[in-house]
């Protein structure tokens, strides 16, 4: 494969934008190597800027569940462009699409469109205090919620009590309002609740962690939650931007029987096009403005284009009632064939998998939170990213992230992809 396009492309866009892209994962600083400029793509597949064609494990970080350029998604976006892209007024596709929304997930009964995954995760946050009056949040390390200042957080020197920013620009100010548990440990939860007696407004959490490789919840992790929320008077939000109309239609909440108080999306709920929501019951959105104190806005929320991308993908993904099993049986083939391939080569391995999201951990113990997912080794990862890379398969620049099973991708392809991972484990 040759890169000669891609990398004037980069040094070419290094000079105006600030490391050559507008999301850091994109520039390839954890694996080495200058990033590949995608120039179209269609089904499972990518063709970047040297006409290299790859099959593609990452799916726009997950939106194109069915396939790029999936063709309703496409026509109802070029139907729509011709009609006007923005009015700024209410338009009738935003009450399709919550009414559609609504109807997919269980506990919600109103939906607020916004722009991406952030905006939702911080709106869901602000409605959570306002609503109970309380201040503080919990959040797990190593679960993203997006880039807004209270999310940027890591462990403090106080850990128990509060966190310590994790980017300059963020205030202590706001650190000291986030806490931080870790993942599948309710003791930890329990221990930041005695320490911060009726002062916590919610705790957030992705219910199938993404962010940190694949990382479902263990036995009754969720269900914990669950209870001390409601003991506590404290609303849980599902963070399901990753996981929304992805590992089920209704989300985790549908998958595992537990029920969130408000639940965030992004990623498929807009079809490739910038959407994101948050969503709850009537009592809790109806806090929102104009009917309630909450303020939150948006000049292009609910942007026709973006909804009607949404809206087809739902309405696809609705139709179809077997499309989840075939994910799951896709990624199910996938996980095996891999997991036969790295142990015929002897390579130290934990593949973690749920519905259609999975993740090569190049590490022993099992993968079950933060600590754990970085104990993998990341010179392995790097070789194993560019061998990938070599062989036409395209998985995400980074050990922290899950790859995406998109229903486009045949029997055909899942076995180019193992005999790929059988190539480069070979030569680990
Ligand atoms: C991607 C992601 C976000 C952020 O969404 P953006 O659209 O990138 O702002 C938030 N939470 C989770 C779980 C995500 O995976």
Known sequence: MQYKRSSALFAQAEKVIPGGVN?????????????????????PY????DDNTYIDYINSWGPMILGHAYPPVVDAVIEKTKLGTSFGTPTE????????????????DKIRFVNSGTEACMSAVRLARGFT?????????????GHSDSFLIQAGSGAVTFGAPNSPGVTQGTAKDTLLATYNDLESVRTLLNANKDEIACIIVEPVAGNMGCIPPKGNFLEGLRALCTEHNILLIFDEVM???RLTKGGVQQLLGVAADIVCFG???????????FAAREEIMNYLAPIGPVYQAGTLSGNPLAMAAGLAMLEALNADNAVYNRLEEKTAYLHKGMAMALEKHRVVHTINRIGSMISV???????VDFKSAAEGNNDTFKAFFHGMLKEGIYIAPSAFETWFITDALSYEDLDKTIEAVNVVAASL
């Not at 929304?101 to 506990?107: E, I, K």
């Open 23 to 43: 999301s850091p994962v994109r520039a390839f600083g954890a694996v080495g190597g200058s990033p590949i400029f995608i120039k179209k793509a269609h089904g």
């Open 46 to 49: 990518l063709i970047d800027a």
């Open 93 to 108: 596709i935003e009450t399709k699409i919550a009414e559609l929304a609504v109807s997919m997930v269980p506990n919600i």
């Open 133 to 145: 009056g309380k201040d503080k949040i919990i959040k797990f390390a190593g679960c993203y919620h």
């Open 243 to 245: 996981t929304g109309f």
């Open 267 to 277: 990623k498929v709920i807009g079809g490739g096009l910038p959407v994101g929501a």
């Open 361 to 367: 951990h190049f590490s022993k113990t099992p993968v």
